[in-house]
Structures are given as structure tokens and as C-alpha cells.
T-cell receptor, first 113, second 109 residues
Framework: DTAVSQTPKYLVTQMGNDKSIKCEQN?????MYWYKQDSKKFLKIMFS???????INETVPNRFSPKSPDKAHLNLHINSLELGDSAVYFC????????????FGSGTQLSVL | DAKTTQPPSMDCAEGRAANLPCNHS???????VYWYRQIHSQGPQYIIH???NNETNEMASLIITEDRKSSTLILPHATLRDTAVYYC??????????FGGGTRLMVKP
């Protein structure tokens, strides 16, 4: 069983479209995250949720809206996609907000044309 | 969180020990040193972390200098599957992991 799973693995879409990436963890963790890895391979945190509540929201455009229906799921919805949104998006989870041992998903490669 | 400095790349022969250095001269007393790695096309993977004492687990050993200004991750017998980017991160409890450029380790046959 995959601990942190995200779908889809690849997502190719046109500029202006709206898309979602789903993430689920079966580790019983309280905290989930979204990271973005750009073409230069730098990993930057976007959001962090603890028990379904937003605790970290880095400087991310409003077009990005995370949704956590329960603590095992953290989905990422992106409106009006732009070329610069092309990147690999990683979901992760940790036991608690103060635990830095993160478990990452395998990533979603988003290509905006 | 502490700023960390790592060499951009290193080579290692298969079967030999890989020693990956990290400088974190601005680390504060309550900040841990974490190591992660990212194998091509995969998500980052936790390796090990420490505060002051040296640590060892099934994946690696972490040697932290007495002044805590630097550390070394040791992969005792590197294999081809250890080829990856290795990230050293200095972080306080409750803060978010911030990844730098890392060291690209190439294990060669």
C-alpha cells in the first residue's frame, strides 16, 4: 500500500483551464502539505494543513485553493492555469505539525500549454 | 531556520562510502539537522536527523561536529540506487521544511 498517493501522475492542460490534484495518506498523520518543484528543481512549500485546518499558506496566488475534506486527504485545485504553473507538485504528510519527518507522494507533473 | 551550504555535486564509487558534507554555521541550539534525498522522478525521502549527537539508522550515519556548524552524512556502502540529490536542512521544531539546492550524488560502477 502506498503511504502517500497522489493523482494524476501527469497532467497536461491548456492555459486558462481549471484542474485538481488529489492526495491521500493512509498513515494516520495529522498534517499534510503541498510542495512545488520548479524547473530549477527547488522545492518550495505551498500549504500546510493540520487536522483539516490551514496552518501555513506561503505566498501562493489565490488561483491555488487547497481543500481538506478530512485529515487523510488534501486536494489542490488550480483555477485559470498559467504557463508558469508548470511544475511537479508533491503532496506530503507528517505525524504532527511539529514533526519534520515527512512522507512524500511520487509527484504530479503539471504541464500547461 | 539555519542556512545550509552543500557542494552541488559529488561522485562516489560503488561499494565505497559516500561522505556528503553540509555547512550550517548559523544553526541555533534548538534546530535539528535533517537529511532527505530525492531519487530521479520520485518524491523526497527522509534519511536521518540529529541535534547534537551522532546518529545511525539502517540507511545512513550522521556525524555532527561538536560546535554543530557542520555535519556529514555517510552512506557506508554506496550502491547505484543511492544516486540522488541529497538535501541537508537545518530547522527548528514546528517550522516548515525548506529545501535548498542539495548535493547531486552520482554513484559510479
Amino acid at each position: 500500500d502506498t503511504a502517500v498517493s497522489q493523482t494524476p501522475k501527469y497532467l497536461v492542460t491548456q492555459m486558462g483551464n481549471d484542474k485538481s490534484i488529489k492526495c491521500e495518506q493512509n498513515l494516520g498523520h495529522d498534517t499534510m502539505y503541498w510542495y512545488k518543484q520548479d524547473s530549477k528543481k527547488f522545492l518550495k512549500i505551498m500549504f500546510s494543513y493540520n487536522n483539516k485546518e490551514l496552518i501555513i499558506n506561503e505566498t501562493v496566488p489565490n488561483r491555488f485553493s487547497p481543500k481538506s475534506p478530512d485529515k487523510a486527504h488534501l486536494n489542490l485545485h488550480i483555477n485559470s492555469l498559467e504557463l508558469g504553473d508548470s511544475a511537479v507538485y508533491f503532496c506530503a504528510s507528517s505525524q504532527s505539525h511539529s514533526n519534520e519527518k515527512l512522507f512524500f507522494g511520487s509527484g504530479t507533473q503539471l504541464s500547461v500549454l | 531556520d539555519a542556512k545550509t551550504t552543500q557542494p552541488p555535486s559529488m561522485d562516489c564509487a560503488e561499494g565505497r562510502a559516500a561522505n556528503l558534507p553540509c555547512n550550517h554555521s548559523t544553526i541555533s541550539g534548538n534546530e535539528y539537522v535533517y537529511w532527505y534525498r530525492q531519487i530521479h522522478s520520485q518524491g523526497p525521502q527522509y534519511i536521518i536527523h540529529g541535534l547534537k549527537n551522532n546518529e545511525t539508522n539502517e540507511m545512513a550515519s550522521l556525524i555532527i561536529t561538536e560546535d554543530r556548524k557542520s555535519s556529514t552524512l555517510i552512506l557506508p556502502h554506496a550502491t547505484l540506487r543511492d544516486t540522488a540529490v541529497y538535501y541537508c536542512i537545518g530547522i527548528g521544531a514546528g517550522n516548515m521544511l525548506t529545501f535548498g539546492g542539495g548535493t547531486r550524488l552520482m554513484v559510479k560502477p
